[in-house]
């Protein structure tokens, strides 16, 4: 079992003062629902869990770490690997602070999805994986269903099911089978003008400027940031439709090339805001103008708009 | 930058960037004139003009 494995690992890495402490998934609130666990030391290990429900990116956790010199263990899936390549590529946390336990990854279950049919009140006991049926044994009884009728979005167009970077991998390496299509941004594109500006201000509109797209960001690594700053006021704090359109493309800007399309910002977002769509229009546009992968998917490929190439379709010239 | 702007559903021709030298000066005035025309054509802006607080 794979939460098994993961406690055997993560005892030995801290029995052996390999890490400081790691950062992986403990039991939520109900069985739909994962928080991150941080152990610390050995006894502590009992509170990791595997799920498959196991959603949040963890990251970007170790930025509450720069500075510190101290190795931490983190558990990634295929998608969540790739922030760590953003992390070390942007020099926020170096790689050698990082040990990475890789979990290879067939895609996780949408809790919201789930709950449409299934009573995901009780807590999460045990599941089961048969393959492509899951059943998952709960406090509030037991259900069985097809795990490709429950996916999170994301995982339907999942490139990297098996983390691209790791310094173990806990399971067999799974094959990328699914391709990208972007028909979520497709279908945005294909609508005329005033289609596409009402669909958004109806999105921007509901914006509350919580941040907590920013906040779970890996690619929002900045020590400052220009949406904290009062002086000078670059974008208005305000949370009204002008000023809300402005944060939304600035905040996409600012990680275009650098974005990782790991979705955590549409999935944190409490108003339902698909904010990772704006991300992914300018991922579709790079690939389409530079010839490029899903940043973080090639370590050796740096950030996009930072690379000089004589190529360069050059469109504002 | 543009494309950007676009997909969130401002005109195409709305925004224009141009990589112009200070010595090309011939090249500012075609610009211009053609960022002007078009706009024109468009008619005023209406999105994103709420008052700043």
Known sequence: MLKEKIKSTVTELLENKRIDFVIGYGAGSDAGTVRPAFVKSVEEVEQLIWSPFAVNNLAKFVMDHLYENIKIGVIVKGCDSRSVIRLVQDKVFPRENFYVIGVPCKGILDKNKVAKDFDLSGDLVDFTEQGDEVILKTSKGEFKLRKEDYLLDKCYRCETPTPVVYDVLLGEEVAPFRTDDYEDVKAIENLSVEEKSRYWDKQFEKCIRCYACRNVCSACNCRDCVFDMAEPNWVGKAANLSENTAFHLIRAWHVAGRCVDCGECSRVCPMGIPVNTLNRKMIKDMKELFAVETPGKNPEQGPVLGTFRTDDPEEFM | ?53
């Open chain 2, 1 to 53: 930058m543009k494309r950007l702007f676009e997909f969130i559903g401002f005109e195409p021709g709305r925004f224009h960037a141009r990589w112009i030298s200070g010595s090309e000066a011939q090249k500012v005035v075609e610009t211009a004139r053609k960022v002007t025309e078009e706009v024109r054509a468009l008619g005023p802006n209406k999105k994103m003009r709420d008052d700043r607080c």
